[in-house]
């Protein structure tokens, strides 16, 4: 075991953090793998929340994503990932130089991958938010805004393990922000607001710690996930992970087709997203479905349609739409969109899952 | 230091050497009381890795800033410059991070442990900071089993565990003192030869390490015995072909055998066991019958996705496996250290408050109903004082000659630097119910404490209470829910409620009194007992049958009957427990009234509340013990 002494090292290891798993070998889990594709074919479906077992992958999974992403456009330099002026932020005397290329009229372009932001557990809200640079002020005495993680996943994503195990306090700014789509900052005299769509994606294990009731159906979409119990598969887990941990990029190599394919199919999902159809028909059926469940607002409804139109897109092979959604779209994505949305029974002994799979 | 003269600690000894072969099994946890040599040990595995390996020890009172890193303000003042500071998990990068008291660490500390491990390096977001810094370390961790279970997040991420260290035996501790008297200079000689000699079977074990094999057989064996021994999660698979291949490289085979197998079983598999193997009561079963009749669980698990025709020698792995396991497990299965599920859990992370408890950090607030935190308070202004002293020479200017005290100090502190203690708030109570589940009225009993325990958790949240559940029929006392915060977990647990036999309720008593002491060390001070019986214990401590009416009659009631002394055993438990601040309900579930008395009794003699509550709904028993708390 070496020391990682020298700068050049500690570079090194810190690249190969960088490589993660690919997701298109990460074996079984379908529902989770789903739920997140989906949100990236429609980021409107509002997150997903992965909750199971210890040991099961849900991290690995999750950050295995970014790779898959497909890229988006950005002015060139921008913190905040903005692609057109819409998004300013305020008091821009305060923010760093090159908030004065957005002004001018000459606006570059730049692609870059679609974030992927990973909240570490320890993290404060004035990084999280954004803060005054504090190397500036230390330095020339000079007050600039250090935007935070927010600005960072700007149209992107925002990855909390152990989602359970965060500070309240700090989930509640999370979740204001992610619902209004803005954050707004106050501090040492400074006001600074700026877009910060993300979807929010949390993940953790109900053992560790019982999720706080209004947190869950905050989130779109709920996937559940449990131990693989087919031998073969776990045969499978075993021996790509040894494959892995031995030679990362060899790996990556080998998977880069399927790597290369999914990002296919997620653009052109995305492409013909708006060609999606939902007939009134279906629409009806999926608003009955609410109703037997008893799901109170319309979010149910709401999350249920966008997230089989996001499948059917996903599904379908045509180059061109429009794309009509059926039922069966529904029946597919019924139990992750509605069965955090139940009321809650402490002493109910049918499963979430069963209320939804009778209801349909 | 020798590793020879570790005496006992095989197991130990073993996983230690495996984890030197191959360090991304994650680390050792060994449950270790005092004076069993973990510390010699961990002296001699750091001598066992190559010189320059980093091996830091991770303090039990650590704090958040020290453990993940932070602003080095002293630097940062003196060059002007922003000064990140590591913490121990990134200073423990390429090498050991050492705890001792592994179940003992806050809650906090242990998250971030889990964090760095699941990343491989440590994530300062904090404080107007942003860095990285990679941390890729082996944990090994000892815990004294006594003080409660180590947090199963935590268990998940490292490989091997050791869940018995023993070295009981006297002819191993007579070789102990031997060893340790033995003439210190012909040791020196003999040491540095064998921990060499080590060394270099470990870098050669770690070059062959990427060209052993394992078969599809053998790995269908692991999967098949973490299946039947009910592991949770498929991480285990993982490190139990990772420890085999090392125990395959370490014995210079190249290709995984069975004994290699055996020991991944013993150090990965074993300790992460939910469930038997076989059934208890059926020991002496013939292996090819037991094939025959799967169990009834894992049929159920298996339903959803049908399994393949397995190979001809897959089962025979898998029985190798599962004999490995049972032959490491000892005697005495009921009281297996390594069920973390039944340990310590559902504690919600952090959770802080204002004024009681332990103090743990500093956050930005109001004045307003804290206290003020001083010293975090002047750090949080340092950085600032040179952009400040710009502006306040600003708007003195502005202001002309106006005096103002505040634009003219020398440091200036502003409402955003004040800093706030945060306590973290461990002054839940813990319930725990006694339930009696002997007798006609068992089920319909429990099925009122479970639908209690519900309830009641669903308050735990926001009063940081836990609940435990312990039922007690035939000879002993059973827990069934160990302390636990979380509604999932009591679910589960409770799903299998045991009734009928006897009743051991002095036994109960006692072992909810064990739960109040051991929760008290973890800084929860109150505990309430809620007994749910019809007060009749007729089986004492020892476990010795109180006589019934037909044999009373036969003694001629003359000496203190067996009946008579069970009674005053619980009476005088029932004084210790009273007397050691430890509260109590007697819930009353004797249908006829007529009879009753011995519960009355038993509250009076606990010192707490009695409530007659032969039909009782949920609601009413947690009413009850709010009244009582």
């Known amino acids: 075991m070496a020391t990682h002494s020298t700068p050049h090292a500690e570079l090194n290891a810190l690249n190969a953090l960088n490589t993660s798993f690919p997701f298109t070998a990460i074996v079984g889990q379908e529902e989770m793998k789903l739920c997140l594709l989906l949100n990236v074919i429609d980021p409107r479906i509002g997150g997903v929340m992965v909750m199971g077992h210890r040991g099961t992958g849900k991290s690995t999974t999750v950050r295995a994503l970014a790779d898959v992403l497909p890229a988006i456009k950005r002015i060139e330099g921008d913190v905040y990932n903005r692609e057109t002026r819409d998004g300013r932020t305020q008091d821009l005397s305060l923010l760093n130089s090159h908030e004065s290329k957005v002004k001018s009229q000459k606006v570059q372009l730049e692609k870059i991958p679609v974030p992927v932001v990973d909240l570490p557990l320890g993290a404060t809200e004035d990084r999280v938010c954004g803060t005054i640079d504090i190397e500036a002020a230390l330095t020339r005495g000079e007050k600039r805004f250090a935007p935070g993680l927010l600005a960072q996943a700007n149209r992107g994503f925002l990855y909390i393990d152990e989602v359970n195990l965060l500070d309240d306090h700090l989930v509640d700014v999370l979740l204001d922000v992610a ?125 249920v349609t966008r997230a089989a139109c996001a499948y059917a897109a996903f599904q379908s092979k045509a180059a061109h739409g429009p794309i009509d959604v059926k039922y069966d779209d529904v029946k597919v994505m019924a139990t992750a969109a509605l069965r955090h949305r139940l009321r809650r029974d402490p002493l109910e002994i049918v499963d979430s899952d069963e209320r939804v799979a009778r209801a349909l | 230091m020798n590793w020879s003269d570790i005496v006992g600690l095989d197991s130990a000894k073993q996983a230690l050497l495996l984890l030197a072969v191959d360090p991304s099994l994650g680390g050792v946890v060994m449950a270790a009381a005092v004076g069993s040599g973990k510390s010699t040990l961990a002296r001699a595995f750091a001598a066992l890795l190559p010189d320059g390996t980093p091996f830091v020890e991770l303090p039990l009172n650590i704090t958040e800033d020290r453990l993940i890193g932070g602003l080095n303000l002293e630097a940062a003042l003196a060059t002007g410059q ?170 210079g085979r190249d290709a995984v055998d069975d004994e290699d197998l055996q020991a991944a079983a013993k150090l990965v598999l074993m300790p992460r066991a939910t469930r038997l193997p076989e059934p208890e009561q059926q020991p002496d079963q013939p292996p090819p019958q037991q094939e025959q009749q799967p ?167 926001v009063h940081r209470d836990r609940v435990a559940l312990v039922s007690f029929r035939g000879q002993q006392a059973q827990v069934l829910l160990a302390p636990s915060q979380s509604v999932e977990q009591a679910k589960r647990e409770l799903d299998v409620l045991p009734t009928g036999g006897g009743t051991p309720l002095a036994s109960a008593l006692m072992l909810g009194w064990d739960m109040a002491q051991q929760s008290r060390r973890k800084g929860i001070p109150n505990t309430t007992l809620i007994v749910m019986t019809d007060g009749r214990g007729n089986v004492g401590i020892s476990g010795e049958r109180g006589a019934g009416g037909k044999e009373r009659l036969a003694a001629g009631g003359q000496q203190p009957t067996a009946k008579q002394q069970i009674e005053d055993e619980l009476k005088q438990l029932s004084a210790l427990i009273a007397a050691d601040g430890v509260g109590a309900v007697v819930i009353d579930t004797q249908a006829n009234y007529l009879s009753r008395g011995e519960a009355p009794r038993l509250a009076k003699w606990l010192d707490g509340r009695y409530v007659y509550l032969p039909n009782a709904r949920a609601e009413q028993i947690v009413a009850a013990i709010d009244g009582a708390a």
């Open chain 1, 179 to 303: 619902a209004s789509g803005w954050n707004v900052v106050e501090r040492e005299g400074i006001s600074i607001k700026h877009p910060a769509r993300f979807v929010l994606v949390g993940s953790g294990n109900p053992e560790e710690g019982e999720l706080r009731p209004q947190l869950l159906d905050r989130f779109g979409l709920h996937a559940r996930i449990t131990t693989i119990t087919n031998v073969q598969e776990r045969v499978e887990i075993v021996k790509r992970r040894r494959a892995f941990d031995e030679n990362p990029a060899a790996f990556m190599q080998m998977w880069e087709p399927q790597q290369q394919q999914l990002r296919k199919r997620i653009v052109h999902a995305q492409k013909i997203l708006h060609e999606v159809v939902m007939p009134d028909d279906v629409l009806l059926r999926a608003a009955e479905l609410c109703m037997k469940l008893g799901i109170d607002g319309h979010r149910g409804e709401l999350t």
């Open chain 2, 82 to 251: 922003r000064v990140v500071e590591q913490g121990l998990l990134a200073k423990a990068d390429g090498g050991v991070l050492n705890v001792d008291g592994l179940n003992l660490l806050d809650d906090a500390v242990v998250t971030q442990v889990m964090d760095a491990m699941s990343r491989g390096e440590v994530r300062i977001e904090r404080e107007g900071l942003s860095a990285r810094h990679a941390a890729h370390f082996m944990l090994m961790g000892t815990y004294d089993s006594n003080d409660g279970a180590v947090r199963g997040g935590l268990l998940d991420r490292i490989g091997l565990i050791v869940p018995f260290v023993s070295n009981g035996d006297t002819q191993a501790r007579a070789e102990v003192v031997r060893r340790n008297t033995a003439s210190p200079l012909d040791e020196r000689g003999a040491a540095t030869d064998e921990m060499d000699m080590l060394r270099g079977m470990i870098g050669f074990a770690r070059e062959q390490l990427p060209s052993i094999t394992i078969s599809d057989e053998q790995l269908e064996g692991i999967a098949q015995a973490a299946l039947s021994l009910g592991v949770e999660g498929n991480r285990a698979d993982v490190f139990a072909a990772k420890a085999a291949l090392a125990h395959a490289a370490l014995s």
């Open chain 2, 295 to 461: 169990k009834p669980e894992q049929r159920q698990q298996d339903e959803d996705t049908p399994e393949p025709p397995q190979p001809e020698a897959q089962p025979q792995i898998e029985e190798l496996l599962l004999s490995a396991v049972e032959a490491a497990l000892p005697g005495d299965v009921l009281n297996l250290p390594f069920t973390s599920r039944r340990g310590k859990s559902g504690s919600r992370g952090v959770q802080l408050n204002d004024k009681r408890g332990k103090f743990v950090r500093a956050v930005q607030g109001e004045m307003r109903g804290h206290r003020l935190a001083l010293l975090p308070t002047l750090l949080a202004a340092a950085p600032w004082q040179r952009l400040r002293r710009i502006e306040n020479e600003e708007l003195r200017m502005k202001k002309g000659s106006e005096f103002s005290p505040i634009l003219n100090s020398q440091f200036s502190i502003r409402v955003s630097d004040i800093r706030v203690k945060k306590f973290r708030d461990k002054a839940g109570t813990l319930f725990v119910f006694v339930v009696d589940a002997s007798g006609s009225m068992a089920l319909n009993r429990m099925r009122q404490a479970k639908g209690a325990v519900a309830r009641l958790l669903q308050n735990a949240y």
